[in-house]
């Protein structure tokens, strides 16, 4: 790829902050159809004005920074404002908090292959990164998933969400915007812990084969994987150190070392158990490895401040205590100092 060396630089430099100091990513970039299927679980109303009333609460939760490095919004929330009118960018950007957004479209069924997905979103993809440069969001996000289950994922499936997910890296850099690679292996399902082992690993290595066949800079890129774990109806559920062991040596067989860091979604698992998993891997292997163990976690995050905040103002500082606590517990994760302690305090 034909970029210059002050945008390499740039690139460099804003995946190393994103994985620095132990801190890292907040996912808050759920689209319209996800976003309000947690609400109505709640029984909160679907509405524009609740979800950036949510993402205000937030972004406004003092302390934030000082265990996340940057957020992931949603293009509905580029556009809004704080009720003080300055925008979500400025207000993470004033506290040191770096703005990404999720640039892809979603899922749909892939065609000839049943029960299997591809990502959509390339259209004008290259316009909408431009802009978004120029609004100052300085990273991105691209969602691929793949399904375990009878038959898949097929070799189709998983080569045309690498494919995509590289063209994506690929305008991503062109524009001095760091991409975060994200290819989900799902938890659903009753498959073994060794089978998604299988799976993220072919999974790994053709995302990787196809980053480097179309020239993506590694050292400009956030990996985004899931943990390897069984599946969530499976009767063998691994303990928490069989989960981090198996994790982290699946990354080393596929994850080049020229990349910054691994930030891991949640998927799923509850906010105790990601925090106690990402803990264990950095217990057992931090500074033995070529990256940093980070999270970019959605739902272990959010999830019990959502449930406090419930739509209603007056909630607004308990949830923001609880999604404070949560950030504070990834953070401590990271540094192989996350205790069950932590949580009954
Ligand atoms: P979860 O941590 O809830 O899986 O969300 C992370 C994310 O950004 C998925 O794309």
């Keep these: 790829m034909i970029l210059s060396e002050i945008n390499i630089q740039k690139l460099i430099n804003t995946a ?17 159809p996800t976003c309000n299927k947690r609400f109505a679980k709640l029984g909160i109303p679907e509405t524009a004005e609740l979800r ?38 400025k207000i993470l950007t004033d506290n040191r908090i770096i703005p990404g957004i999720k640039v892809d479209g979603g899922t749909v069924a892939m065609a000839g292959h049943p029960g299997e ?17 120029r609004m100052g969001l300085r990273f991105a996000k691209w969602r691929a998933v793949i399904t ?35 290819p989900e292996v799902l938890m659903d399902g009753d498959h073994t812990m060794e089978c998604c082992f299988e799976v993220t690993e072919q999974v790994l290595h053709t995302v990787f084969n196809q980053l480097y066949t179309q020239g993506i800079i590694l050292e400009g890129m956030i990996l985004k994987p899931n943990m390897i774990v069984p599946g969530l109806s499976c009767s063998k559920q691994e303990s928490i150190d069989e989960i981090a062991d198996a994790t982290v040596k699946c990354l080393l067989r596929t994850v080049p070392a020229a990349v910054p860091g691994i930030a891991f979604l949640s998927g799923g698992q509850s906010s105790e158990l990601a925090s106690a998993r990402l803990n264990a891997m950095n217990v057992r292997f931090k500074n033995k490895l070529p990256w940093e163990l980070s999270f970019s976690f959605g739902r272990a995050i959010q999830q019990p401040a959502l449930g406090i905040w419930h739509g209603k103002e007056k909630n607004v500082p308990e949830a923001q205590k609880a999604l404070y606590h949560r950030a504070v517990c990834n953070h401590a994760a990271r540094q192989g100092e996350y205790n069950i302690y932590m949580e009954r305090e």
Excluded: W
């Design 16 to 32: 190393k902050v994103m994985v620095a100091d132990n801190k890292g990513l907040l996912a808050m970039d759920e689209s319209y």
């Design 52 to 89: 950036r009333d949510y993402r205000e609460m937030i972004v406004t939760t003092a302390g934030l920074n000082e265990s996340i490095s940057g957020a992931i919004l949603f293009d509905e929330t580029v556009h809004q404002h704080l009720k003080d009118g300055s925008s979500f960018i």
């Design 117 to 133: 997905k591809i990502t959509e979103g390339l259209d004008n993809l290259r316009d909408r990164l431009t802009e978004y440069a």
């Design 148 to 182: 375990i289950g009878k038959g898949i994922p097929t070799q189709a499936c998983i080569e045309a969400n690498a494919h995509a997910l590289t063209r994506y890296a690929a305008l991503c850099q062109e524009v001095g915007i760091v991409p975060i690679v994200e």
